[in-house]
């Protein structure tokens, strides 16, 4: 069965400071890998995601996220935080089986909270 | 030139009561969904719809009806209103099928926040 984790209910980072926000997830196969950002009040904005290729993937804002097969990880990171980064994240999986029940179908961690103080 | 649209932003009803959430998307997809977020913002999937067939049929009491009358809508319809139905509904749209690319970003509504008193 597919699942997500995000380890970390909260993460909280200084401004200027690196950060990373934590992704496991569990599939059968080679995953779709995607991370969405949502605002107070707002739906969800789509940051980047991991279909193939280069294990590192570059997104909106300049976040990026690298992919580990081995560890089955996922995590997102931004080498230098901003207090407009302050949000809620979502990592979110994928099996590349697309029929079915399972189309376009993705799995949603619990989502990961980043405070970033000034 | 809204993506994924929907109306209401805020239902406030009373127990009991019947309500309907509309959503359009103008992508161009052919899958849609409806999600739940609870007061935890966990999501929670309820509804799925490929080409206004449905495919995902989560666990959700018979009262949440979707319909789909074209690909580019899907509304949900709750009959009898319960306080737990309090929530914010989410609707999302995928293209469901077609190069690897463009398979599985879904992208999500502004949310319908829904208070049941």
């Known amino acids: 069965a597919q699942s997500v984790a995000q380890p970390e209910d909260q993460v909280n980072v200084a401004e200027g400071n690196p950060l990373t926000v934590k992704c496991t997830y569990s599939?059968?196969?080679?995953?779709?890998l995607f991370w969405y950002v949502q605002y107070p009040n707002r739906g969800l904005q789509f940051l980047l995601k991991?279909?193939?290729?280069?294990?590192l993937v570059k997104g909106s804002y300049g976040f990026e996220a690298e992919f580990n097969k081995s560890q089955t990880s996922f995590h997102l990171k931004k080498p230098s935080a901003l207090v407009s980064d302050s949000a809620l994240y979502f990592c979110?999986?994928?099996?590349?089986?697309?029929?079915?029940?399972?189309?376009?179908?993705?799995?949603f961690g619990r989502g990961t909270q980043l405070t970033v103080w000034p | 030139d809204t993506a994924v649209s929907q109306t209401p932003k805020y239902l406030v009803t009373q127990m009991g009561n019947d309500k309907s959430i509309k959503c359009e998307q103008n992508l161009g997809h052919d899958t849609m969904y409806w999600y739940k977020q609870d007061s935890k913002k966990f999501l929670k999937i309820m509804f799925s719809?490929?080409?206004?067939?449905?495919?995902i049929n989560e666990t959700v009491p018979n009262r949440f009806s979707p319909k789909s009358p074209d690909k580019a809508h899907l509304n949900l319809h709750i009959n009898s209103l319960e306080l737990g139905d309090s929530a914010v509904y989410f609707c999302?749209?995928?293209?469901?099928?077609?190069?690897?690319?463009?398979?599985?970003?879904?992208?999500f509504g502004p949310g319908t926040r829904l208070t049941v008193l």
């Open positions: 991991y279909i193939t290729g280069d294990n």
């Open positions: 599939v059968s196969g080679n995953p779709y």
């Open positions: 719809y490929n080409n206004k067939e449905l495919i």
């Open positions: 999302a749209s995928s293209q469901g099928v077609g190069g690897q690319i463009q398979v599985g970003t879904q992208y």
């Open positions: 979110a999986v994928r099996d590349r089986k697309n029929r079915g029940s399972t189309l376009g179908r993705l799995y």
